[in-house]
């Protein structure tokens, strides 16, 4: 993988809905489950990396999880959360996993943005039916500031796309629907490599 990539104009659906947790009251859309245990899920302004809210998440004696049953088409479909510790350290898979199905799933990869945020994707194949998918922070964690979720029927991650983002639009309710992206929409769509897809070799 090399240092520099170009954004493609791409369509997509973000089948999340409040998938940057700026509605105001967390368990509208989302399900927050603590097990009994100790951990704890608030919004937050205190970081945001869309928008002006995320969830804060402490992890406790159990793990905490966070998630929305989302119907989907059969098809490969691609979960991403952009995810900040509290500590601004490395986020890792002790710090969070997917919720793919119900059931925790390492992600495919956890990468670095800015600003001590990082990016972590799933990419699942799914069948066509309603599927709890979210975002599990463990036992024994950091806490971690969460946002950004997105699932799209795609077999990668395209950039984060809600209805107050350039080109999208909400479907519905402002942050209580689902989002799309115009194709022909430049801010938005999918990373591409430049040195892995074009083979380019820089001289000095």
């Not at 104009?9 to 603590?34: I, Q, R």
């Not at 919004?43 to 989302?70: C, H, K, M, W």
């Not at 083979?199 to 000095?204: K, M």
Request: charge should be negative; aromatic fraction near 12%.
């Amino acid at each position: 993988m090399g240092n520099w990539s170009i954004v493609l104009p791409e369509a997509t659906t973000n089948l999340f809905k409040d998938p940057s947790f700026e509605f105001g009251t967390l368990a509208t859309y989302w399900t927050v489950n603590a097990f009994g245990g100790t951990g704890t899920g608030v919004l937050s302004n205190a970081q945001a990396f869309s928008n002006r809210a995320s969830v804060f998440i402490t992890p406790g004696t159990l793990n905490f999880d966070v998630y929305q049953t989302v119907t989907t088409v059969a098809a490969s479909h691609t979960l991403s959360f952009m995810v900040r510790r509290s500590d601004a350290g490395v986020v890792s898979g002790a710090d969070v996993q997917a919720i793919i199905d119900g059931a925790g799933a390492v992600f495919d990869s956890i990468t670095y943005v800015s600003n001590s945020w990082y990016r972590c994707v799933k990419t699942v194949t799914e069948t066509a039916a309603a599927h709890d998918t979210g975002i599990i922070c463990p036992t024994g964690g950091t806490s971690v500031y969460v946002d950004a979720g997105q699932f799209e029927a795609t077999s990668y991650w395209t950039t984060y796309c809600d209805g107050d983002q350039p080109g999208c639009e909400w479907t519905g309710t402002k942050h209580g629907s689902t989002s799309t992206r115009s194709a022909q929409e430049r801010s938005g769509g999918r990373a591409i490599d430049i040195d892995d897809t074009y083979n380019t070799v820089t001289e000095f």
